[in-house]
């Protein structure tokens, strides 16, 4: 098995984000391994599962520890999302061959475009639509799973599911999404529950990879030397980072790996930066207005 050092360094770029914000494995890695070192897309797809389902158990077994999981969520996601993925294998290396799909064309601009809107839909949760954002007593917190909530479940991983089975996005780019905007949880259970979910569901397709796909175990033991470390740390510190920076980070990695899937122009970047910019001052104004008005004033004696 050759091992490329350039994919070690990328394993641990990626692992840090997915021990750190829960995403990163597909949503990054393959367009990585397309855009970067040339793969090409069935292959990086096949590969990048069976590298997520091993790095995905490191993640959730630190978060486990470090009581971050949400169990209950993550079996009923888990329910829908496992026989789904594995649909989604079978389609992409079976059903589509047979009816004559270009399928490296077809994966690469699904899962660009996937990447850059679900990023969009993300940072407009996350700046825009969170209640009292600058308010710490009114982010989201943990609470009671209700039977909408189970139901809901149940659905996002069906849908899911089959996508991450198809393009090997979405155990931390769309389960991510929705636990960050439909469940009752903390930034930090996000994380967590959505590594334990992601293990389920990328365990389960990674053995479907095994059995109809072609993953490249050169490929996939090169970015697992660099990511496993990378993941074991990424988790120490996610109780450490405020909830909004966790928010603002998946948005930010998700828009930018789309748009280098798509080969994007320069400008798009630019556009990119100056949105963030100008978002992170708006916010850091917002932000220091906000806590000098909350400062307590100081008492006379």
Known sequence: MDINTGMIAAGLAVGLLVGLTGMGAGSLMTPILITVFGIPPTTAVGSDLIYAAITKMFGAARHHQLENVNKELGLWMGAGSVPAAILGVFTLYEIFPRIGFNVDDVLLNLIGGILVLVGITVALRTFVSIPGLWDSAKLPTDGALERHHKILALGIGVVFGFILGLTSVGSGVFFGMALVTLFPLAARRVVGTDLFHA????????????????????VVGSILIGSIPGILI???????APDRVLRGIIA??????????????????????????????????????????????????
């Open 234 to 240: 990424g988790s120490h510190f996610t109780a450490r």
């Open 252 to 301: 930010l990695v998700l828009a930018a790996s789309g748009l280098k899937t798509l080969d994007a122009p320069a400008v798009a970047y630019v556009i990119g930066a100056a949105i963030i910019v100008s978002v992170a001052c708006f916010y850091a104004v917002r932000g220091g207005r906000l806590g000098s008005e909350l400062k307590p004033e100081p008492q006379v004696r």
């Open 199 to 218: 293990m389920l569901v990328t365990v389960a397709a990674g053995l479907a990879t095994l059995v109809w796909g072609s993953p490249n175990f050169s």
